[in-house]
């Protein structure tokens, strides 16, 4: 199968100038202007196929939004080879906007004094979409979004929930086999973070859209994707399934402790030594925590610290994707 999305040492520079103090700077400035090159994109390499959700994430200025703006044709690459959907995304750039759908979550295409079915209006003529394929393919998209009481009034009266709606549904008219979401539930509330998911597995069951997600959200990546590529200072540094994310790299599990008394680390190592466990303090007194990678290792774990301790209380956590991630942001991919 062709791959949707391709790109191969795929690199963005920019070239960021850099100001002198004083006067004297500022003159010297005119003369020559110091500038120091940053690589936002270094170097990335990955396939995406049709029909598959794939979250792209990392840290604030992982270099995500400049991948993207290059996937959508916004920004041409200082390097690399480029492919989406058959086509070089800033060269072709006319004829591609008309096969992908984009919603920046902090950016609206709509617009702000017009109600929002004028926009949808004027996107389906700028797609050139015809009239029964927009009816066919919009009445079920206003109806999943529900939306339909919202059409007739302009964008600037709409919440950000129900105009983050609208705008998924624009980004939509033409029904494209890949859809680009930057941030796309970044202030919303639940309910409407949950319509938006729902909605967005069933164009992708439905039409096999391939999705690329962009957030900060984890639990919109483990409501919506099987595969994430993770970025750092512009490279790549994990991509496959977020299950074996968690498996491989995560302490998986964590069973917190609390003891009828004093307990020491080097005992708790000592008693735990054949098992695979990290032991940590908690928050309180006589509270300690054990991690593992490994859930087999629980009822081992707790059968030899019950032999040992009164335990007067005792709970087993599952590490959450979030504290998973921020881990690996925080100390690199190490068990790698
Ligand atoms: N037009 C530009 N000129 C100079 N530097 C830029 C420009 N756009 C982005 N950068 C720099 O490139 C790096 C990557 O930025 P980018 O916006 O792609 O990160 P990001 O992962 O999308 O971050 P965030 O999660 O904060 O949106 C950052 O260091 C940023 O400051």
Redesign the pocket.
């Known amino acids: 199968m062709q791959p949707i999305i391709e790109v191969r040492n795929l690199r963005k520079e920019?070239k960021?100038y850099s100001s002198r103090k004083g006067l004297t700077g500022a003159f010297r400035d005119l003369l020559t202007r110091r500038y120091k090159i940053?690589s936002?994109v270094d170097g990335i390499s990955f396939q995406i196929q049709p029909g598959e959700m794939v979250g792209y994430i990392?840290?604030?200025?992982?270099?995500?939004?400049?991948?993207i703006k290059m996937l959508t044709g916004i920004l041409t690459p200082t390097s690399g080879y480029i492919r989406v959907n058959g086509m070089n995304p800033h060269k072709e750039r006319e004829q591609f906007v008309r096969t992908i759908g984009v919603v920046f979550g902090q950016r609206s295409q709509l617009w702000w004094d017009i109600a929002v079915q004028e926009s949808f209006r004027l996107l389906k003529k700028v797609y050139r979409v015809s009239d029964e394929g927009y009816e066919q393919h919009m009445s079920h998209v206003i109806e999943t979004l529900d939306i339909g009481s919202l059409l007739d009034k302009p964008v600037r009266k709409l919440s950000l929930g129900q105009r983050m709606r609208c705008e998924l549904a624009a980004a939509l008219i033409h029904n494209p086999p890949l859809l680009f979401l930057d941030e796309p539930t970044i202030g919303l509330d639940v309910l409407v973070k949950l319509k938006i998911r729902e909605f967005l597995k069933e164009i992708n069951r439905k039409y096999n859209t391939t999705i690329m997600l962009t957030t900060?959200d984890m639990t919109d990546i483990e409501a919506l994707c099987e595969r994430v590529i993770m970025?750092d200072e512009?490279k790549i540094i994990y991509d496959g399934e977020l299950e074996r994310l968690r498996e491989q790299w995560a302490e998986g599990k964590e069973v917190q402790f609390r003891f009828g008394q004093a307990v020491d680390h080097l005992t708790l190592r000592q008693i735990t030594s054949n098992l695979p466990v990290e032991w940590s303090p908690g928050e309180k007194a006589n509270l300690w925590v054990a991690k593992m990678r490994n859930e087999q290792v629980i009822s081992e774990l707790i059968r030899q610290v019950t032999a040992h301790f009164k335990i007067l209380d005792m709970q087993v956590n599952q590490v959450s994707t979030e504290e998973i991630i921020r881990n690996i942001y925080e100390e690199g991919i190490k068990h790698g």
């Open positions: 920019f960021t940053i936002a990392g840290e604030n200025g992982a270099g995500k939004s400049t991948t900060h970025l512009g």
